[in-house]
């Protein structure tokens, strides 16, 4: 049973309004609409290392570490970033080698050469 109802369409208890074609955003409304760059973490090379780290120290909470800032929130994520922007949590790089440097060092040791 198809009714016309105002400016959609009643289907049963369910009115179908048809999408609005000319919508225009203006002040800060539209701004925010806007694509802008993401915003670097303070301290990260880049934001995946960020999420990487947030992520690792997450774990730890749920696992029961602590948390070492006071915070309302008791989502381990939220409280992982908490953490991360208070400048309480530690993180670095590890230096990698190949696996060629590896070997020549293992092959040096070995034979007893000094590097």
Not at 47 to 76: C, F, W
Not at 80 to 97: F, H, L, M, N, S
């Amino acid at each position: 049973m198809l009714q016309r109802f105002r400016e959609g369409l009643v289907l049963g208890n369910y009115i179908r309004r048809p999408y609005p074609r000319n919508i225009e955003f203006r002040g800060k409304i539209g701004e925010q609409f806007l694509a802008s760059p993401a915003k670097m973490i303070e301290g990260f090379d880049s934001n995946y290392r960020y999420i990487l780290v947030a992520a690792r120290r997450a774990r730890q909470l749920q696992s029961g570490a602590p948390p070492v800032v006071q915070t309302n929130s008791r989502k381990p994520c939220r409280i992982a970033q908490d953490e991360i922007r208070a400048g309480k949590v530690k993180w670095e790089i590890p230096e990698t080698r190949s696996a060629a440097e590896q070997a020549a060092e293992a092959l040096d040791q070995a034979f007893g050469h000094d590097a």
